[in-house]
């Protein structure tokens, strides 16, 4: 069963092409499941405005569009879900508002991200004094272990975002010099039960790598956290994308099967 778990809509302002047309292009390259997860709706400005996400009043349109799309994919034998990626942040009172709408909403599934070159965090790394590569990259993945352990979230999405964006020199990131703290967020996810993303769209941006890094795969293999799959697509002739490449080397890192969400529940797809 090949599925996406990851892909946006043109409301967040930044991504063209509505829902049917991903769902097209779903079909076109044989996919069976797909699953949109549009930005959330954040009131704050320091979560980006409406280049980045939509505001709560088009969450009724999104529905709408998810919903055009479903009965496309009814017609064309692909399962579509209609997901949200919400945010992670520091500063956890900053996400009472977002909380409060993902217990509201009926999201089958739920993504958390952190998006750091987003102001929010940019604040917070300069409010704690946190200026070396090295910190920043220890102070982001104890944020991601955080939201592992708070079950917010179904899958923790693209865990080494971090590596692009320049918050910090890309050639910074040398996994192995972070095992400790890489793998701490690892053991989490498996202990709680998070899933963590494996998002392709690292392929086609910055450094050409999948997020996250091949290596922390190897680990995630052996603390064995279960996996999502996401193009992390902005426009539907991206769906799917660098699958061809990444599924193989998950088989061959010997992982068997992604998991995915339906109204909430987890769902397994074998590979
Ligand atoms: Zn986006
Ligand atoms: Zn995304």
Partial sequence: M??????????CGHAVGKPVD????????GLDL??????????QASFGGPRIRMHADQLTTYYTWVNEARQLGETLGVEVLCGIEAEVSPMTEELTEMKELMRNEPFDFVLGSLHHQLSSYKTW???QRLESDASIIRDYFSHLTDAARSGNYH???HPDVIRIYGTIDSDAF???LFEEEIRTFLQ????????MEVNTSGLSKGVFEVHPDPLILDWAKEEQVKLTLGSDAHQPGRVGQHFDKVIPMLK?????????FSRGKEQTAFL
């Fill in 188 to 195: 989490t996810c498996a202990s709680s039960g998070t899933c």
């Fill in 2 to 11: 090949k599925i996406d778990c990851h892909m946006h809509t043109p409301l």
């Fill in 125 to 127: 790394l300069i409010e």
């Fill in 22 to 29: 991903y769902v097209n292009h779903a079909a076109s390259v």
């Fill in 174 to 176: 040398i996994p192995s």
């Fill in 252 to 260: 061959e890192k010997g992982f068997d099967r992604l998991q995915y």
């Fill in 34 to 43: 797909v699953t949109f997860t549009c930005h959330i709706p954040m009131s």
């Fill in 155 to 157: 899958s923790m999405s």
